[in-house]
């Protein structure tokens, strides 16, 4: 067992009195790959950007490491906000920035760096996801997968202590979707951060997932945790069966 | 933890470089100075990299490992990364992995003048034509509407026609009432001189009902309608609705730009007759508060002054302005790209073309009416 990173208490989640989920309660162990899985709609994504706090828990609470996020004052909210890395679901690149400007802004707004090392240090994050040399394009001039690969580079930028990924395999081709895997767990070993990944890309969830809470739409609450592995050979539950097991028989 | 420090040691033709401390990019990036000077001390083909004393990492390490590497690979040196933590080699290896696409990195060449006019020449023909083929598909589209085969939901005129005419009232009467104002006062200013006050009525009338009610409620419309058509257009293309209409066979221009078009040829003349009147009314409100004329001489003066044909000419021309700020919004939404930053261009652009256009077409009116005795 290794040292929590991430604790999700009783968390609930709700749009005004509508509930999505109810007493959702995980740890995601430090320098895990954590992954949210379930069918669509089911809330995965919305449990992600409760986490990175673009929402409010109806209920409940997360916790970095010995941190309360939910109940942190703004100034410490916004230092634990810092050590985070997200990419969305479409890269959510700034189009009217270059990869190197999208990716200098957070190194810009928070460091002392100069113009120049923060275009070194830009550089250094595009080779680090095999864009070297694109620094000077603009989103629009890049395939999805490259968009992809630099929301990567600029998810990276501050060196996060914890990586969130909405659907990373959503609209890349199989191999793209593996290179991204693979890049994934690279980071995690080199970087040593935590990784918490939306998806319900079954090749992804078993190359890349050490550990993982399966969300169900039907009782608005998580059925099953665990190594996915461990899961698709010893969970019983029959939702849970189905969803892991497609894989099998695709 | 001490900060970033880089020491050098030398054994021979080897320099050995110990990387300690911890690197924080929030503390910056030691510069490649003191290594530079210690090779100039003496003959070295190889530097071995030792980080047996290195506390915490990021970015800032491997940025100066990157620059160390470029500095030895220009004096032809080797270098020996297996003294670092097996992380950082692994990053490293990483970020070599892909090497630079040949031709990514576009060479910035300083054209000469001629070489960039043609291009620029050519764009501007280009978006003529565009111009003016987008003007005959919404004359065909128009043309369809009459022929009922035009495809377009009826609801959504009904929706435009609430946005481009009730929706826009508040706007027009605070305008429209400020420029009667203002004209009345510079008027009031020169007439009152010659006891002429009288007059400032007629110089407001004449001038809200022949131009000013027109053209304003144009300009409003042109940044409040014609940017939200440009708008709306735009990122319906990012979001690739429009391609879905084509591919349902459905002519986008009857669906999105012609409902758009009739809404504002409609309001438009609406607004202006509404402009008029609520300008009239701010000339009054000079007149009859600052010079002291009566209500009833006020109105009498201003009845004498307005013919029917100054009447149906401002009209007329708010018909027209109003298509064109509904062509140039809906053109400019079609033309725009796929991100969000075109949108805002498009937008933009809406507004400007709209604005030109509108004033040409006020200095063509003005000859014409002029030749025609209007």
């Known amino acids: 067992m290794g040292e929590a990173h991430i604790t999700v208490r009783n968390l609930t989640m709700a749009y005004g009195s509508f509930v999505l989920m109810r007493d959702l309660d995980f740890t995601v162990d430090r320098g895990d790959v954590f992954i949210i899985m379930g069918g669509s709609g089911c809330g995965k994504s919305t449990l992600l950007r409760h986490l990175i706090g673009l929402i409010q828990p109806a209920k409940g609470e997360i916790w970095y490491g010995d941190h309360n996020f939910t109940a942190a004052e703004p100034e410490e909210r916004e230092a634990m906000l810092r050590r985070f890395g997200v990419l969305y679901q479409s890269g959510a690149l700034w189009s009217s920035m270059t990869l190197a400007e999208n990716i200098g802004l957070p190194l810009g707004e928070f460091t002392d760096l100069s113009p120049k090392e923060i275009r070194e240090v830009a550089s250094l994050k595009l080779a680090l996801v095999g864009l070297k040399g694109f620094e000077d394009y603009f989103p629009s001039q890049i395939s999805g997968g490259m968009q992809k690969r630099a929301g990567l580079a600029r998810a990276m930028a501050l060196d996060p202590e914890v990586l969130f990924f909405d659907e990373p395999s959503a609209g890349l081709d199989p191999i793209s979707s593996h290179l991204l895997d693979q890049l994934i767990l690279e980071l995690r070993d080199s970087l040593g951060a935590t990784v918490v990944v939306v998806t319900h890309e079954l090749a992804s969830i078993f190359a890349i997932g050490s550990n993982s809470v399966f969300l169900d739409p039907g009782t608005k609450t998580m059925i099953a945790s665990g190594p996915p592995r461990e899961l698709l050979a010893h969970h019983d539950d029959p939702r849970v069966q189905e969803f892991l097991r497609r894989g099998e028989k695709g | ?374």
């Open chain 2, 1 to 374: 933890m001490s900060s970033a420090s880089v020491d050098t040691e030398r054994a021979g033709a080897t320099l050995h470089l110990r990387i300690g401390g911890s690197w924080d990019l929030e503390a910056g990036i030691p510069t490649l100075d003191s290594f530079a000077a210690e090779l100039g001390k003496g003959p070295t083909d190889r530097v071995a990299l030792v980080g047996d004393d290195l506390g915490a990492w990021d970015s800032s390490l491997l940025t100066y490992l990157v620059r160390l590497d470029a500095l030895c690979a220009q004096s032809q040196l080797e270098v020996d990364r297996s003294g670092l933590p097996e992380g950082v080699r692994r990053l490293l290896a990483l970020a070599e992995a892909v090497p630079e696409r040949s031709g990514a990195r576009g060479d910035a060449v300083d054209e000469p003048l001629l070489a960039r006019i043609g291009p620029a020449t050519l764009t501007s023909r280009d978006a003529g034509r565009e111009m003016i083929a987008f003007v005959g598909e919404a004359t065909l589209s128009f043309g369809r509407l009459f022929t009922g085969s035009a495809r377009f939901r009826r609801s959504d005129l009904l929706v435009f026609i609430q946005q481009a005419g009730a929706e826009a009232l508040p706007i027009v009467t605070l305008i429209s009432f400020l420029v009667g104002l203002i004209l009345a006062f510079v008027g009031a200013v020169q007439l009152q001189q010659f006891g002429a006050s009288i007059y400032v009525a007629d110089l407001v009338g004449i001038a809200m009902v022949r131009e000013m009610g027109a053209m304003m409620t144009g300009i409003v419309m042109a940044g409040r309608t014609g940017a939200a058509y440009a708008a709306q257009l735009g990122s319906m293309k990012v979001t690739q609705e429009i391609d879905a209409l084509r591919t349902m066979g459905i002519a986008p221009l009857d669906f999105l730009v012609l409902p758009r078009m009739i809404a504002l040829a409609i309001m438009m003349p609406l607004l202006c007759l509404y402009a008029d009147v609520v300008g009239i009314l701010g000339g009054a409100a000079v007149g009859i508060g600052m010079l002291d004329l009566s209500p009833t001489a006020y109105y009498l003066q201003t009845n004498a002054a307005v013919t029917v044909g100054h009447l149906v000419g401002g009209i007329f021309k708010a018909s027209v302005y109003g298509v064109l700020i509904a062509l140039a919004g809906c053109l400019r939404g079609m033309q725009s790209g796929n991100s969000s930053s075109a949108v805002g261009e498009a937008t933009t652009n809406a507004v400007v073309t709209s604005i030109v256009a509108i004033i040409v077409a006020c200095g063509i009116f003005a000859v014409l009416f002029y030749v025609l005795g209007i």
